[in-house]
């Protein structure tokens, strides 16, 4: 339940309607949904009913209705990947994007997967953007070029010294252009990778696959750069052995040889009052192995692993701007986003019909970028797809054994079912008891995987 410290904090209309929803008949059975939703903060509300018949008798084995749950809805899982809208199902979305990017690294005989892809060329690298303008920062112990020394929460870090000399447009095309220039990259590193090992690009793919697993972060200055987990796998991927001639030093050196390419680019031609530009990434390439364990020097495949599932629940949140699409830039007021991303996203606006095919201002909360936050290459690992199934799958076989149906071949059962949408959300107090529940969850979760990990390591 509530501990007293965040009840002495609510208004007396969020207090009133808790004890009400903690005092209504059907409160146990409110906690159990709300419980299997993982504590979701924005449930989706289902009204309708199920039936379980044997095919052969026509007997009913089974019959649920929504018309018994509380206040007569079966709550379901928003499902959402952003912690700042929902932080129970972005634990979730993270929980499975570690598993994902992990399996890549160490193997998932589960998934097919095997552990000798550990034994596969493969580096953690980091692709930044260019500079638009010199931001606050801190540059180690000197003090930053305004002089000040900031703290490590400073609001002002990563916003323009000069806002009138900042190219803001130049940083929302880029943001917008991203994944092409990405695109670009991993093409162009395959060549890289065929020059230095001797061989044509065709005979490339006949000995080796290019594999890759990458999330997208937003830098307080409100530029996106790419995390990326890149590996060298035999020719049908991750097991098969890579070719002898594959090393972490020769893939370091083509994605370094790659980033740098004049063919790694991407243009954009001039419009109005704007230049025609080229944009390639920043000069603070980051490539280092990814090793099984940590020797204090390299970076172990679980702090990987770890480190892409934290940054594929986030968006621009940490600059400040909205997380959902803005209607018109009145809204900017009413919310307080600083000025920093205030110019971002004007910049979005003014843009937009200049490029129009790029739909900049549909884009203007996530400051222009449109690609996905996190993704695979096809071979890379497992998907969230398959994660999903399984998890469902064993719901499935919890609620078959509840039920007493477990014991029943599958297609002896006729399965009818009607549902309808009927909402989604909480009541003020409904919020706050399901934010506990989620809490409570997450502790008991980050428990459970601390002892495992340390079994792993043991």
């Known amino acids: 339940m509530t501990d007293s410290a965040t009840l002495a904090g609510l208004d007396p209309i969020t207090l009133g309607d808790l004890l009400r929803v903690a005092g209504s008949p059907g409160f146990d059975r409110w906690q159990d949904q709300i419980k299997r939703t993982g504590g979701c903060s924005d449930p989706i509300h289902l009204t309708g009913w199920t039936i379980h018949k044997d095919k052969t008798t026509g007997e009913t084995l089974h019959h649920y209705t929504t018309a018994d749950e509380p206040g007569g809805r079966l709550r379901l899982a ?19 994007t570690y598993h994902l990017i992990r399996a890549g690294l160490a193997g998932d005989d589960r998934r097919d997967i095997p552990a000798t892809v550990r034994d596969h060329p493969r580096v953690f690298a980091t692709f930044t953007a260019p500079s638009f303008g010199p931001v606050h920062n801190r540059p180690g112990t000197r003090p930053c070029r305004c002089g000040t020394r900031h703290a490590e929460d400073a609001p002002e870090l990563g916003t323009a010294l000069d806002p009138t000399t900042y190219d803001y447009a130049g940083a929302v095309l880029f943001n917008n252009h991203a994944g092409q220039l990405w695109q670009r990259f991993t093409n162009r590193l395959r060549r890289e990778i065929a020059a230095r090992a001797g061989v044509t690009q065709r005979e490339l793919k006949e000995c080796a696959r290019l594999s890759y697993g990458k999330v997208a972060e937003f830098q307080k200055r409100g530029a996106v750069h790419f995390h990326a987990v890149i590996r ?11 070719p002898s001639w594959a090393t972490v030093d020769l893939l370091s050196d083509a994605i370094r040889a790659a980033a740098a390419h004049s063919y790694t680019s991407v243009s954009v031609p001039a419009a109005a009052d704007q230049p025609a530009r080229t944009f390639r990434w920043g000069t603070q390439l980051d490539v280092r192995p990814v090793k099984a364990f940590g020797d204090g020097s390299d970076i172990t495949e679980q702090a990987v692993a770890s480190y892409v599932a934290k940054y594929a629940t986030k968006a621009a949140e940490n600059t400040g701007t909205l997380d959902r699409r803005v209607g018109e830039l009145s809204e900017l007021d009413r919310h307080g986003v600083p000025d920093h991303a205030r110019r971002l996203i004007a910049a979005c606006k003014q843009l937009d019909p200049l490029y129009p095919d790029r739909r900049l201002w549909a884009w203007a909360h ?93």
Request: proline content about 6%; charged content about 25%; aromatic content about 6%.
């Open 78 to 96: 928003c499902g959402n990947r952003r912690a700042s809208r929902c932080p129970s199902c972005a634990w979730t979305y993270a929980g499975d």
């Open 232 to 242: 060298i796998d035999g020719p049908d991927g991750p097991d098969t052995p890579p």
């Open 366 to 458: 996530m400051l222009g970028f449109r690609g996905h936050f996190s993704s695979k290459s096809r071979r890379y690992s497992t998907t969230l797809g398959v994660l999903r199934q399984a998890r469902a799958d064993y719901r499935a076989t919890q609620e078959h054994a509840a039920l007493a149906l477990d014991d029943r071949e599958p297609d002896t059962v006729l399965v009818l079912a009607d549902w309808q949408y009927a909402g989604h959300g909480h009541t003020p107090g409904e919020s706050v008891l399901a934010a506990t529940i989620a809490r409570d969850l997450q502790l008991n979760r980050q428990i459970a995987r601390e002892e495992l990990a340390a079994l792993e390591g043991a």
